[in-house]
């Protein structure tokens, strides 16, 4: 991402958000950034020696900055498949086609883009640890962004790339996944949305990386 220019589907550290059509592009900044700024947050925290539940971490500093983030669910156990398969699956069951079609697309751009895919691994794995995000967006009125947050955390035998689209899913054990259905205000954000963009702009933009859908 150059400045603030603001796709419709993107890599944001070890999460990938899409957006339906519609969006303004103030709304997605304001996805994008706070995104951003709670996986940097929840990554210095337990890189700063923090235990605990990582998601729940980061789900406490969504909620610090205006989101009003439920108490994620825990999905029961599906057989095993490629991982973006289940992740779309999740996300269709629980919200719907509209909200699955754009990440599906961002996904499928994905695969197909070393430059994402290799920002998105580097984020998502730590040794032999694993966790990502898949964030689907669709516009609800002029404020308000209906949005699921599909979390996933697990640990990986050996770091294998493309891990997300990989058939061997036996390289995958003690899978744990979440999800939560969100109701973002753009007006209640309003009183963070300069604290957070400075905190993401003065660390760096690296963080992101566009996708074509």
């Not at 899409?18 to 997605?28: E, N, Y």
């Not at 947050?41 to 969504?62: P, Q």
């Not at 069951?93 to 920002?119: K, Q, T």
């Not at 790339?161 to 390289?171: A, K, R």
Request: aromatic content about 10%.
């Amino acid at each position: 991402m150059t400045d603030l220019n603001t796709p419709q589907a993107a890599v944001v550290g070890a999460s990938v958000v899409a957006f339906a059509g519609g969006l303004p592009a103030s709304h997605r900044d304001d996805i994008y950034m706070s995104t951003a700024y709670a996986q940097r947050a929840t990554r210095a925290a337990f890189n700063d020696g923090l235990s605990g539940d990582w998601f729940e971490y980061y789900c406490n500093v969504l909620r610090f900055v205006g989101w009003d983030m439920p108490k994620p669910q825990t999905l029961a156990p599906l057989n095993n498949r490629r991982m973006a398969t289940q992740a779309t699956q999740r996300i269709s069951s629980n919200l719907g086609e509209a909200f699955c079609e754009p990440m599906r697309r961002a996904l499928v751009a994905m695969e197909r883009n070393a430059v994402a895919l290799n920002l998105f691994e580097s984020a998502s794995l730590r040794a032999n640890a694993g966790f990502f995000q898949m964030i689907p967006c669709v516009l609800n009125g002029p404020n308000k962004v209906e949005m699921g947050v599909y979390h996933r955390q697990f640990q990986i035998e050996r770091a294998v790339p493309g891990f997300l689209f990989s058939e061997d899913q036996t390289l995958i054990h003690d899978s744990v996944e979440q999800f939560a259905a969100i109701t973002f205000n753009t007006l209640h954000y309003a009183q963070f949305r300069e604290k957070v963009k400075k905190s993401v702009i003065t660390g760096s933009l690296k963080y992101l990386s566009d996708l074509e859908i």
